[in-house]
């Protein structure tokens, strides 16, 4: 069971990041804070680098990365933007449809299915979306629905999680054509360099934002580089639609940090959601 605590772990770490990066944009555009979670890892992942071996990497490595590149990009500016404009309880639990999304992507790059209990599983996640809308029922039973169509970061995290299925599997492709330690310490760099010039074009007030709040920017990397850890170590050790689908357990901690942190409304409703959410997961471990 040690996928289940680095893939929990990993949830955890999520979720601390998404709070920190919720504070940070009260002062921070949000296309800085997205390159923050990249940039602000490189100083402690390249401190493993002392202890990691490089392996023998093919075409096929370098190949998958040509694919994941711009769609990790992509997703990572969604993502940020989306828990700007909305509540983190109204914007994280959508990654919950990841999995769901995952029963395609997984099937056709990989060739990996889930069993009965797994599937049940994953599409009990996803109907807890629906509950997290649920105190708009009392105007009829799509209410719930239309509330997810009028959230702008509702209806980008779910585009966020559609991009995510594909990263995960060709991640977990990429991670077996390296190693899980090397992959880890070499892609989140490598996407920050990448995405660096596009700051560009915000002007220069940009660059000089990237070190206007060192210690909440850190905080943020050292955080990330834990998720970037627990993530390719987990989803090495198990089938990617199961160690996704825990890691997007992380719903909860946002929704509750939603709560306590920002104030949001409607707590024990979304967290009824979640928690149903939860149960999905309950039961792909059963």
């Known amino acids: 069971m040690l996928w289940f605590s680095l893939s929990l772990t990993c949830a955890l770490s999520v979720a601390v990041v998404d709070l920190l990066s919720k504070k940070a944009m009260g002062k921070t555009p949000p296309y800085v804070v997205a390159w923050v979670r990249l940039g602000y890892c490189i100083p402690f992942l390249a401190v493993s680098l002392l202890w990691i071996k490089v392996p023998p990497l093919d075409a096929t490595f370098f190949q998958i990365l040509f694919l994941m590149l711009p769609l990790e990009i992509t997703a990572l500016l969604l993502y940020t933007h989306a828990i700007g404009e909305s509540p983190l309880s109204l914007t994280i639990p959508f990654l919950a449809l990841t999995p769901v999304f995952l029963i395609i992507t ?9 069993d009965a209990s797994g599937l049940a599983g994953i599409l009990m996640i996803t109907t807890g979306a629906y509950l997290l809308n649920l105190q708009n029922l009392r105007q009829g039973w799509l209410e719930p629905v239309r509330a997810i169509a009028r959230e702008p970061g509702s209806r980008k995290m779910i585009a966020v999680a559609f991009l995510y ?27 920050a360099l990448l995405s660096f010039p596009f700051l560009g074009l915000k002007g220069k007030v940009a660059y000089r934002t990237l070190f206007s709040r060192k210690k909440i920017f850190l905080l943020i990397g050292l955080v990330q580089t834990i998720m970037i850890f627990t993530h390719v170590t987990a989803i090495r050790l198990i089938e990617v639609p199961y160690m996704v689908s825990i890691k997007r357990t992380s719903l909860l901690f ?5 709560g306590i942190f920002f104030k949001e409304k409607a707590i024990r409703q979304r967290l009824f959601g979640g928690l149903w959410m939860v149960a999905g997961v309950v039961l792909i471990l059963l």
Do not use: D, M, N
């Open 254 to 258: 946002a929704i509750l940090f939603g």
């Open 106 to 114: 997984a099937r056709v790059i990989l060739g990996e299915k889930p």
């Open 165 to 191: 299925s594909i990263t995960a599997v060709l991640g977990k492709a990429a991670i077996l054509h390296s190693s899980a330690p090397f992959f880890g310490v070499t892609y989140f760099p490598l996407l």
